[in-house]
């Protein structure tokens, strides 16, 4: 008698799927997530691959686990994601299933009910189970079973016949359906020419990939909505991905100013019951429309028509620990898995999806100007060469006067500086000692509201010492450099009578609370707010008319070859923010080298010249999207031990044409959570097939050995 075997794979850093014995009466399916003994455990799995064989030589499949099973598109995204980024699979299933981890395995509950269908063969046990289940109400597998008194797989085996029907349980509706025609927006002309062309994208086969590139305030979003409600119209599910922060009150209540409900969210603040609900309803298909951070692009949709990425450009879709993904692409990977189509939308967008662009791979949808006939911001740069701030202040003579005439006028002022805490170095005047993180090589950074030292990388804290720790002295301590706490200081002894607030990621009371304070700047309740990239990007702050950079050229001096890219983008986006309500904006920025291309290009306005400049450096340096390229970072608690693992691996790497293996050498950050780390970079020209050349490679590479580890991450986003 053949059996049947299952390849399951489990949710753990594990490259290969486990092989078990399907035990008789136990009807399995590609993609059931079951239950099976792993060592001395019981684990969580998926079926993988089923096949005839003689079971006899593997331990049995404990059981099925009643969760959403994964649809075989889902099963091939995740594969495709394991063999890009060369993570194990397993990682990448961990990221698709994160309810069912074998501690709760009864997380989702799946009804069943009888339908039409007559089995073809009825024993007394099924007889039983479609008497107990003629009333037509929807029981739970496990209900079901019991009241007719049979196995569990008696019922598998009528689900499996298409006797009974499965049902996912959900106690109330999750998220109530949005309505396409709720409130359509009077659209300009511009933008109903944008949204026809994106809403003639969901009935096109295959389904193609557009860059929807809108300045500040044209109106992305009301656009792509239109092709949201066209997904809707179809049945099918959209999935619109946004950086976490942007998820803001702001934005939930334009979607449902235009579709009568607020959408589904999904992020690291939604937990509990309210996540499997949601997993559930996104399996079923009950919910249609599902904003989320990058992590939801990894929910099991039951039919996907629709992705959007919001903000496009943004470094927060690159995940840098666990499985290396950049969401932005990966969307599109799953896009092209669904067939539906995939919406990139951006006023900075990536130099990657621009040249996308050119090559036609991808279409541009275009609108150039702001809604409404508002203007872009003026933008003027501040020489700080010709200004004279005084020493330990950060808010020259120029800007200074431009807040106070625009706080006069009642309007909000943004200043911008990307740097939180106090100060970013604090050093003692008598022994010139400097505070470093005993973790990482970094210096700590001041954080005053805490009173302490902290590391941005490792997350250390020391309380800052009254005396030097290490010559002793009293009161010689010395704070270099500002922070955005500093300037919130300076600016509360300038502006006594305004309103400020700081806002960076150290915002106590997490995202939320957060979220509440963006809304309370919109509605006007401060007057000027003081923030890193947190505030800098996508809000609408309508009553905001001034945006100061305090120091534009941070970011330049970085040695990564993407930092124009980044800093013109940052600065486009925040500079952005101004005047985007009744009342024009302008935006003086402050910086020491004017002539920068960067500074020039912002100021003038010309995005073109900039990115045609950018990326031909790129294409002469064979830097992607021109070339291929990965990270690969060995580190250690033993410094000798990361290097010499390091220079083990760079012997063993094979010439090949077009292939370049530069390394080993200490990584940008040699030491970080006291783990030494060296970097070997793979470059490649773009027809070379990096993943199998790097997969053969790790093939020839000795184990690693003790507490050493090799991160690979393919197309890094800093280099
Ligand atoms: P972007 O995302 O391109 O920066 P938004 O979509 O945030 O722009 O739009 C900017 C502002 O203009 C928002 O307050 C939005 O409500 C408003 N807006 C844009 N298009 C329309 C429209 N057709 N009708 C009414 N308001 C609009
Ligand atoms: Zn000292
Ligand atoms: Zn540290």
């Known amino acids: 008698m053949t059996s049947r075997i299952a390849d399951v794979l489990i949710p753990l850093a594990l490259d290969t799927a486990y092989s078990y014995a399907v035990p008789d009466g136990l009807a399995l399916q590609e993609g059931d997530v079951v239950q099976v003994p792993l060592a001395t455990r019981e684990v969580a799995g998926v079926v993988w691959g089923l096949r005839n064989g003689a079971g006899s030589n593997f331990k049995p499949v404990t059981g099925r686990i009643d969760a959403p099973a994964l649809s075989p598109k889902m ?3 995740l594969d495709w994601i394991a063999w ?3 993570a194990p699979k397993g990682s990448a299933l961990a990221m698709g299933l994160k309810l069912v981890d074998g501690d709760r395995p009864e997380a989702i ?32 597998k496990r209900e079901l079973a019991q009241e007719a008194g049979v196995s569990a797989g008696v019922v598998d085996g009528l689900i499996d016949e298409g006797t009974l029907e499965t049902v996912t349980l959900l106690a109330e509706p999750i998220a109530e359906p949005p309505d396409p025609d709720f409130g359509q927006s009077q659209l300009s002309t511009d933008q109903r020419k944008a949204g026809d062309t994106l809403v003639s994208m969901l009935s096109e086969n295959p389904a193609p990939v557009a860059l929807l590139e809108g300045v500040t305030g044209s109106g992305k979003t009301e656009v792509y909505f239109e092709a949201v409600a066209e997904a809707i119209r179809q049945g099918r599910q959209a999935l619109i991905l946004m950086p976490e922060i942007a998820l803001t009150a702001q934005f939930l209540d ?12 999904w992020h690291s603040g939604v937990s509990g019951r309210k996540r499997e609900r949601l997993y559930a309803g996104i399996a079923s298909g009950e919910v249609k429309v599902i904003a989320g951070a990058r992590s939801a692009l990894f929910l099991p949709y039951a039919d996907l028509g629709l992705i959007v990425v919001d903000e496009e450009h943004e470094t927060a879709y690159k995940q840098d620990d666990g499985v290396h993904y950049h969401a932005r692409d990966m969307a599109v990977v799953r896009g092209r898995i669904e067939n539906a189509p995939v919406i990139l939308a951006s006023a900075t967008p990536s130099i990657e999806s621009r040249v996308n662009v050119e090559r036609g791979r991808y279409r541009h949808v275009h609108l150039p100007e702001r809604f409404g006939g508002r203007q872009l911001p003026q933008i003027r740069a501040v020489d700080l060469r010709q200004e004279q701030v005084p020493r330990g202040r950060w808010l020259s003579p120029t800007l200074l006067a431009g807040m106070e005439e625009n706080l006069g006028r009642g309007e909000q002022v943004l200043l911008f500086l990307n740097r939180r805490g106090y100060a970013p170095l604090t050093l003692c005047r008598a022994c010139a000692h400097r505070y470093e993180c005993p973790n990482c090589s970094a210096w700590l950074v001041e954080h005053r509201f805490r009173r302490s030292l902290v590391c941005h990388h490792c997350g250390h804290v020391e309380r800052t010492p009254q005396a030097c720790i290490s010559c002793g002295s009293l009161d010689s301590l010395v704070s270099c450099g500002p922070g955005v706490e500093r300037i919130a200081e300076e600016v509360a002894e300038l502006f006594p009578d305004k309103r400020g607030i700081v806002l960076s990621s150290d915002f106590p009371g997490g995202t939320e609370r957060l979220r509440r304070e963006l809304a309370a700047i919109a509605d006007g309740e401060f007057d000027i707010v003081i923030g890193t990239q947190l505030v800098a990007k996508g809000h609408n702050f309508p009553l905001m008319t001034l945006v100061g950079v305090l120091d534009a050229d941070i970011g330049l001096t970085s040695g990564d070859p993407r930092a124009a890219e980044r800093t013109f983008q940052l600065l486009q986006q ?23 291309p960067v500074i020039a290009a912002l ?17 002469m340096a064979g830097l992607p999207p021109f070339g291929r390229l990965a990270s690969l970072i060995i580190s250690a608690e033993d410094r000798d031990a990361a290097e010499t693992h390091a220079r083990a691996m760079a012997k063993v790497a094979d010439p090949a044409p077009g292939v370049t293996v530069l390394g080993p050498a200490e990584a940008p950050l040699a030491l970080i959570r006291g783990r030494y780390r060296f970097r070997l970079l793979v470059k490649t020209e773009r027809e070379v097939d990096l993943q199998g050349y790097l997969r053969a490679w790790m093939a020839r590479c000795p184990k690693v050995r003790g507490n050493t580890r090799v991160a690979i991450d393919v197309d890094p986003q800093s280099f």
Do not use: C, N
Request: no cysteine; charged share 35%.
């Open 254 to 265: 334009r979607f449902s100013a235009r579709f009568g409900v607020k959408p589904a969210t």
């Open 84 to 86: 890009y980024t060369l």
């Open 574 to 596: 925040v500079t952005g923010r101004a005047g985007r309500g009744e009342k024009p904006g302008r935006a003086l920025v402050q910086t020491w080298q004017p002539d920068h």
């Open 109 to 140: 509950r799946i009804g069943v009910r009888l339908t039409e269908s007559v089995p073809k063969r009825v024993t007394p046990a099924r007889q039983r189970v479609m008497d107990v289940a003629k009333d037509g109400l929807v029981r739970l």
């Open 75 to 77: 099963r091939k995204f």
């Open 603 to 619: 100021v003038s306005g010309d995005a073109e010249r900039f990115y045609r400049e950018e990326t031909r450096v790129r294409e």
